[in-house]
């Protein structure tokens, strides 16, 4: 089975960084796009960044991501990462590692998803 083992999650306070980091294993991991979702109590999954797998330098960033967070993978280490700078008690959720084979035509939508980390939660305050 695919495994998606995310890790980097953390107590942090207002305007904090953290990395996340999410390590696949046993699927070919440069035959999917990689992607970043985060779900916080009450609300529904959201994206929060996604990257092509060819094409490195193509991402996606729903709003509330762009200009604070960065999105890269290491096809070599199997591992997608995300950079979250200036972090806001809003961004304040699970975190979730995604992949699939095909493009995520209806980013930022989670249905384009078929393989799911467990998480790891991120905290602001």
Known sequence: DVQLVESGGSLVQPGGSLRLSCVASRFSFSS???AWFRQAPGKEREGVAAIYKHD???TYYTDSAKGRFTITRDNAKNTVSLQMNNLKPEDTAMYYCAADEGAPIQWPSADDWRYWGQGTQVTVS
Do not use: D, K, Q
Request: proline share 0%; hydrophobic share 15%.
């Open 32 to 34: 999917n796009y990689m």
């Open 56 to 58: 490195h330098s193509t």
